[in-house]
């Protein structure tokens, strides 16, 4: 590795911290509770990332992380930082630094998502590990800046890793564990850690941190299962014939193979995700006849409709989904199993979330694609709780009836 | 990376591609004062290249990769089009990501090199057509300059989009009927050479490539300048003779008729004075170590 660091375990860096081990960061490090705003988290979780550079353009509600990364490349924790002129060109700067072997990282939201796009599959087709941290918001028009996690089902299929973070606890974990998983050469991916924008951007929560002292080992482009673009090694001829354009068997089975390989990435990233994330889903009395599943801070408001259930007599359990690509098959097939009724409470108009599950479970008609509420529109428990005594009552009927 | 990195495995040099081992043999990396001639001297850092027959863009291509002060540690940036068939054969690393985020990629790939190699420069070059440049990538053209960032952007001009099959572009001439303008195009041939000044770059050229002394020198003085001082900006004619009618042996007189004194392509300098000192500089210093190399009067054939 060129540069004037000694970048080995153990090692210093200039603003004296400690490079340890990614699972004793995760794991064992002594940890202190702090009350923060989840964009306060994103500027704590990047300070002990060792990130090269980062780039920041302003949108609702990502603007205050971006800006906060750049007050970290003021105090030198990160190499570089500047402004972008807009999404599509910032992420085309993170892809040319992941190009040039630097660990990246972006923030965006919503509408910025959604003009980057062409970015993200050519991320996961160059094989660059950028971390984005997706805080979702509605995609226009009309203009709109509340929390909707549509966004999130446009990027299912780029061939990017997408974890979907509750708390800002676990969005400072998945921002450290995210660049781990995504930097292995076995996978080598971009990937998104999404949070629900203000739900977790804006609110405060008790965060349990690890020291400021310590950090992630720097990314070695050198483990990258495609060449480093800096001429440091010979670089190849890589075809006598460029594919591009090229309408023969040989172009075609190319492209094909390398999209079959960008996903067989994907799924060795299952491994590492199960052992970081501690699991690829959460269940709670997963047992239960009705069972909330979803991910986000649905989720939490699942939480509290079980509780309002629960006063009634009525036993939920809870399904939680932390890894979304990977996507947690096995796991939604065995915990749901027994279930009667499966609801799928989201924060978007199309219950992309329910069609994910419909089409990884056997026995389908147990999911009920709801409540889902857009625009920003709050989910009070309520509704989840009646939507859930609706269903049961109508189903009831049915076998009556039926 | 120095020419010694670039070595082949001894049990597999039979099956490596011949022009591979005479890459390995005679490549020009290193070499002091490469240039154009070298070109069927020594080996090229393009081998064959999937162009028309005659195509101007191609031996535009092969001047430029000659006249590269540093090409062992040169990363280029492409972008979709005509260009992006020919980077595959280029033995230096180059990008192709997307269609018009060429500086983009450009300025994040730039400030990781000088990150990572904080010691060494690391040249960075941008080449991509005039679709690429000034149409769909503009935004990103000019904000790379008004960042000054420290690159080389290279817009092979051939007046439109010739890749997808001739339609208009932004440096099209007015009233010129193409594909996408069945009425001729209804604006003037943008000013980039002007806007490129404006916006900031240190050095901008516009010539064609009927002189290869002369883009040996633009090429040289763009790529130091930028490494030094600022971005700068070249735009070459590379005429598309399959849109225009033309025949495989009629694109270098194509050229010629292009660079007349009052003709669009009239060979033109923007250089700032920061600039022009930094060259004036390094003459000097070149006439300077030249002297003293004649004074310690080494035997020839020695280097």
Same mark, same amino acid.
């Given at each position: 590795?060129?540069?004037?660091?000694?970048?080995?375990?153990?090692?210093?860096?200039?603003?004296?911290?400690?490079?340890?081990?990614?699972?004793?960061?995760?794991?064992?490090?002594?940890?202190?509770?702090?009350?923060?705003?989840?964009?306060?988290?994103?500027?704590?979780?990047?300070?002990?990332?060792?990130?090269?550079?980062?780039?920041?353009?302003?949108?609702?509600?990502?603007?205050?992380?971006?800006?906060?990364?750049?007050?970290?490349?003021?105090?030198?924790?990160?190499?570089?930082?500047?402004?972008?002129?807009?999404?599509?060109?910032?992420?085309?700067?993170?892809?040319?630094?992941?190009?040039?072997?630097?660990?990246?990282?972006?923030?965006?939201?919503?509408?910025?998502?959604?003009?980057?796009?062409?970015?993200?599959?050519?991320?996961?087709?160059?094989?660059?590990?950028?971390?984005?941290? +997706?805080?979702?918001?509605?995609?226009?028009?009309?203009?709109?800046?509340?929390?909707?996690?549509?966004?999130?089902?446009?990027?299912?299929?780029?061939?990017?890793?997408?974890?979907?973070?509750?708390?800002?606890?676990?969005?400072?974990?998945?921002?450290?564990?995210?660049?781990?998983?995504?930097?292995?050469?076995?996978?080598?991916?971009?990937?998104?850690?999404?949070?629900?924008?203000?739900?977790?951007?804006?609110?405060?929560?008790?965060?349990?941190?690890?020291?400021?002292?310590?950090?992630?080992?720097?990314?070695?482009?050198?483990?990258?299962?495609?060449?480093?673009?800096?001429?440091?090694?010979?670089?190849?001829?890589?075809?006598?014939?460029?594919?591009?354009?090229?309408?023969?068997?040989?172009?075609?089975?190319?492209?094909?193979?390398?999209?079959?390989?960008?996903?067989?990435?994907?799924?060795?990233?299952?491994?590492?995700?199960?052992?970081?994330?501690?699991?690829?889903?959460?269940?709670?009395?997963?047992?239960?006849?009705?069972?909330?599943?979803?991910?986000?801070?649905?989720?939490?408001?699942?939480?509290?409709?079980?509780?309002?259930?629960?006063?009634?007599?009525?036993?939920?359990?809870?399904?939680?989904?932390?890894?979304?690509?990977?996507?947690?098959?096995?796991?939604?097939?065995?915990?749901?199993?027994?279930?009667?009724?499966?609801?799928?409470?989201?924060?978007?108009?199309?219950?992309?979330?329910?069609?994910?599950?419909?089409?990884?479970?056997?026995?389908?008609?147990?999911?009920?694609?709801?409540?889902? +509420?857009?625009?920003?529109?709050?989910?009070?428990?309520?509704?989840?709780?009646?939507?859930?005594?609706?269903?049961?009552?109508?189903?009831?009927?049915?076998?009556?009836?039926? | 990376?120095?020419?010694?990195?670039?070595?082949?495995?001894?049990?597999?040099?039979?099956?490596?591609?011949?022009?591979?081992?005479?890459?390995?043999?005679?490549?020009?990396?290193?070499?002091?004062?490469?240039?154009?001639?070298?070109?069927?001297?020594?080996?090229?850092?393009?081998?064959?290249?999937?162009?028309?027959?005659?195509?101007?863009?191609?031996?535009?291509?092969?001047?430029?990769?000659?006249?590269?002060?540093?090409?062992?540690?040169?990363?280029?940036?492409?972008?979709?089009?005509?260009?992006?068939?020919?980077?595959?054969?280029?033995?230096?690393?180059?990008?192709?990501?997307?269609?018009?985020?060429?500086?983009?990629?450009?300025?994040?790939?730039?400030?990781?090199?000088?990150?990572?190699?904080?010691?060494?420069?690391?040249?960075?070059?941008?080449?991509?057509?005039?679709?690429?440049?000034?149409?769909?990538?503009?935004?990103?053209?000019?904000?790379?300059?008004?960042?000054?960032?420290?690159?080389?952007?290279?817009?092979?001009?051939?007046?439109?989009?010739?890749?997808?099959?001739?339609?208009?572009?932004?440096?099209?001439?007015?009233?010129?009927?193409?594909?996408?303008?069945?009425?001729?195009?209804?604006?003037?041939?943008?000013?980039?050479?002007?806007?490129?000044?404006?916006?900031?770059?240190?050095?901008?050229?516009?010539?064609?490539?009927?002189?290869?002394?002369?883009?040996?020198?633009?090429?040289?003085?763009?790529?130091?300048?930028?490494?030094?001082?600022?971005?700068?900006?070249?735009?070459?004619?590379?005429?598309?003779?399959?849109?225009?009618?033309?025949?495989?042996?009629?694109?270098?007189?194509?050229?010629?008729?292009?660079?007349?004194?009052?003709?669009?392509?009239?060979?033109?300098?923007?250089?700032?004075?920061?600039?022009?000192?930094?060259?004036?500089?390094?003459?000097?210093?070149?006439?300077?170590?030249?002297?003293?190399?004649?004074?310690?009067?080494?035997?020839?054939?020695?280097?």
């Amino acid at each position: 590795m060129a540069g004037n660091n000694n970048r080995s375990i153990g090692a210093v860096n200039k603003k004296g911290q400690k490079i340890v081990e990614p699972e004793y960061l995760f794991f064992e490090a002594p940890r202190q509770e702090f009350f923060m705003t989840g964009s306060e988290i994103v500027k704590e979780a990047i300070r002990r990332a060792s990130v090269d550079i980062s780039v920041a353009y302003p949108i609702t509600p990502q603007s205050e992380a971006a800006a906060l990364v750049g007050e970290l490349w003021t105090e030198g924790y990160v190499g570089d930082y500047f402004r972008g002129e807009n999404e599509f060109a910032v992420m085309s700067q993170c892809a040319g630094a992941s190009f040039g072997g630097a660990r990246v990282f972006t923030t965006t939201s919503g509408p910025g998502t959604l003009r980057a796009f062409e970015n993200f599959p050519m991320w996961s087709g160059a094989r660059l590990p950028i971390l984005i941290n +997706v805080m979702v918001r509605g995609v226009n028009s009309p203009l709109n800046i509340q929390p909707d996690t549509l966004e999130m089902a446009f990027l299912l299929d780029t061939g990017m890793l997408i974890w979907h973070a509750e708390t800002a606890q676990e969005l400072f974990d998945m921002l450290l564990k995210g660049f781990i998983v995504a930097e292995q050469p076995d996978v080598h991916l971009p990937i998104a850690v999404c949070i629900d924008g203000f739900f977790v951007s804006h609110t405060k929560e008790m965060v349990s941190l690890t020291g400021t002292d310590i950090c992630l080992p720097h990314y070695d482009p050198y483990r990258s299962p495609v060449p480093c673009m800096d001429m440091e090694a010979p670089p190849m001829r890589m075809m006598r014939d460029p594919f591009v354009m090229k309408s023969n068997y040989i172009s075609y089975a190319t492209h094909a193979s390398w999209q079959q390989e960008v996903r067989g990435a994907v799924e060795r990233a299952r491994k590492y995700s199960v052992r970081y994330l501690g699991g690829m889903i959460e269940e709670e009395n997963s047992d239960a006849d009705i069972l909330i599943v979803s991910s986000g801070t649905a989720v939490a408001q699942g939480r509290e409709a079980v509780r309002l259930l629960a006063e009634e007599g009525i036993k939920v359990g809870i399904v939680r989904i932390k890894s979304i690509r990977p996507f947690p098959t096995e796991e939604l097939r065995q915990a749901t199993k027994n279930a009667r009724l499966i609801f799928v409470p989201e924060f978007n108009v199309s219950g992309w979330m329910a069609r994910e599950i419909k089409s990884t479970i056997d026995r389908n008609h147990r999911v009920i694609a709801g409540p889902h +509420v857009a625009g920003g529109m709050t989910m009070p428990p309520e509704i989840i709780a009646e939507e859930i005594k609706k269903v049961m009552h109508l189903r009831k009927k049915e076998l009556v009836h039926g | 990376m120095g020419k010694n990195n670039l070595k082949i495995c001894s049990d597999l040099e039979d099956i490596m591609p011949p022009e591979y081992r005479e890459l390995v043999a005679s490549a020009t990396y290193g070499k002091e004062n490469r240039g154009w001639k070298d070109i069927g001297s020594a080996k090229e850092l393009i081998e064959e290249h999937s162009l028309c027959a005659g195509c101007p863009e191609a031996i535009a291509f092969r001047y430029v990769l000659a006249s590269l002060p540093n090409p062992e540690d040169t990363v280029m940036v492409g972008s979709t089009g005509c260009t992006s068939l020919v980077f595959p054969h280029v033995a230096v690393h180059n990008i192709h990501s997307l269609f018009g985020n060429q500086n983009a990629v450009a300025s994040g790939l730039k400030r990781a090199l000088k990150l990572r190699f904080p010691d060494r420069e690391k040249d960075v070059v941008v080449l991509a057509g005039d679709g690429a440049t000034v149409d769909i990538g503009l935004d990103m053209t000019l904000q790379a300059w008004f960042r000054q960032e420290k690159f080389t952007t290279i817009c092979f001009d051939n007046e439109l989009y010739a890749n997808t099959g001739g339609q208009e572009s932004g440096l099209t001439q007015k009233g010129f009927v193409m594909k996408m303008a069945p009425q001729g195009k209804q604006f003037n041939k943008v000013r980039m050479p002007e806007i490129a000044r404006e916006s900031g770059c240190a050095y901008v050229a516009i010539l064609t490539v009927s002189k290869p002394n002369l883009v040996e020198r633009v090429l040289k003085n763009a790529v130091l300048i930028a490494r030094t001082i600022g971005p700068t900006y070249i735009q070459i004619y590379t005429p598309c003779i399959l849109e225009i009618g033309k025949q495989s042996m009629e694109g270098l007189q194509e050229m010629r008729d292009a660079e007349g004194p009052n003709d669009r392509f009239a060979f033109r300098e923007f250089i700032t004075d920061e600039a022009k000192a930094f060259l004036a500089d390094m003459d000097e210093k070149k006439k300077a170590a030249a002297a003293a190399k004649i004074g310690t009067a080494a035997p020839a054939g020695v280097k």
